[in-house]
């Protein structure tokens, strides 16, 4: 796409010489597994599906490592309607408006893209997922029968990781889609509890354009953000099935854990014990999740 501009001169019109154009465009065409049309979209997963395969400034991924099962998942659900107030209404929970240029690498590229959906991208058995910022209910449950080894325990996350309020940039439209502030995000009980000190973490939304999704994309922040207990252990091959960014129940006497939810951030597989009789173990790192991170009602 390209446009020929030609402007007749006028110093009254024109005091500060040749001004800036811009467009508003709908940029490219993609191809969506569910209905298996190429259209324009504002569906982040299918976005970043193109992205991931894109042979010109993409990955160049085969589409063998596209889990298009997981794509197709993530696409309804970007696609399902969230409420929202002022004024009031529906939207898409999750969209993606944006453009990046060819200097930046593919990984602030990618990044960018999964900010609008607060989530991330994982590589796991040759294929790519995608993991949009949704509660996931838990189908695994990890007891003291799969656990074989020691457990690593951390109930807090260090100063320098915590925040009580979130701040940041989006692109908002009546601005010309302009970096802009969106609405500081504060929570009274979290500044209570780290001493009545406002302690601000920073996310940049430069791929959506709407505030009420920026407001619910920054909430998930502040909320995982304060979901401090994280723990490392190594199991048996049930936690074989399991993969990241997956979501499981842990079930502890000693640690006081029943049926606790935690999501997997970290995950491998080795073989362990002695060398003439090794035993296979599924090594995790856990850090716990809740359904109420992910809630959002309009009077939030």
Same mark, same amino acid.
């Given at each position: 796409a390209y446009v020929y501009a030609r402007i007749n001169f006028d110093s009254d019109v024109y005091p500060n010489g040749v001004p800036n154009i811009t467009f508003e465009v709908e940029g490219k065409k993609v191809f969506d597994p569910r209905s298996s049309a190429t259209a #324009?979209?504002?569906n982040p997963a299918l976005c970043i599906r193109d992205f991931l395969l894109n042979d010109r400034y993409g990955l160049d991924a085969d589409a063998t490592e %596209?889990?298009?099962?997981? #794509? /197709?998942? $993530?696409? @309804?659900?970007?696609?399902? /309607? $969230?409420? %929202?107030?002022?004024?009031?209404? /529906?939207?898409n929970r999750f969209t993606m408006n944006g453009t990046f240029n060819l200097d930046k690498t593919p990984k602030v590229i990618l990044e @960018?893209?999964?900010?609008? %959906? !607060?989530g991330h991208l994982i590589y796991s058995n040759g294929q790519f997922k995608l993991r949009p910022a949704v509660? =996931?209910?838990? /189908? $695994?449950? *990890?007891? =003291?029968?799969? %656990?074989?080894? !020691?457990?690593? *325990? @951390?109930?807090?996350? &260090?100063k320098k990781e915590l925040f009580n309020a979130v701040k940041g *940039?989006?692109?908002?439209?009546? @601005?010309n889609y302009q970096p802009q502030d969106y609405p500081i995000l504060t929570n009274s009980t979290f500044e209570t509890e780290d001493n009545?000190?406002?302690? #601000?973490? =920073?996310f940049n939304f430069p791929m959506t354009t709407s505030s009420h999704t920026v407001q619910r994309l920054a909430k998930i922040q502040l909320l995982k +953000?304060?979901?401090?207990? &994280? #723990?490392? +252990?190594?199991?048996?091959?049930? +936690?074989f099935e399991l993969d990241i960014g997956d979501t499981v129940q842990i079930t502890n006497s000693r640690l006081g854990f029943t049926n606790k939810t935690f999501e997997i951030t970290n995950w491998s597989f080795a073989m362990s014990g002695q060398s003439d009789a090794p035993i296979p173990v599924v090594a995790c790192d856990f850090r716990e999740t809740a359904s109420a991170v992910y809630d959002f009602t309009t009077s939030d």
């Open positions: #324009f979209s504002t %596209i889990n298009d099962t997981n #794509f /197709t998942a $993530v696409a @309804n659900t970007c696609d399902e /309607t $969230v409420t %929202i107030a002022n004024p009031s209404g /529906t939207e @960018n893209m999964l900010s609008s %959906i !607060g509660y =996931e209910t838990p /189908t $695994v449950t *990890l007891d =003291e029968e799969h %656990i074989r080894s !020691g457990i690593s *325990l @951390n109930t807090r996350i &260090s *940039l989006y692109s908002e439209p009546d @601005n009545s000190e406002r302690i #601000f973490g =920073e +953000a304060r979901q401090q207990i &994280s #723990f490392s +252990a190594e199991f048996n091959l049930k +936690a």
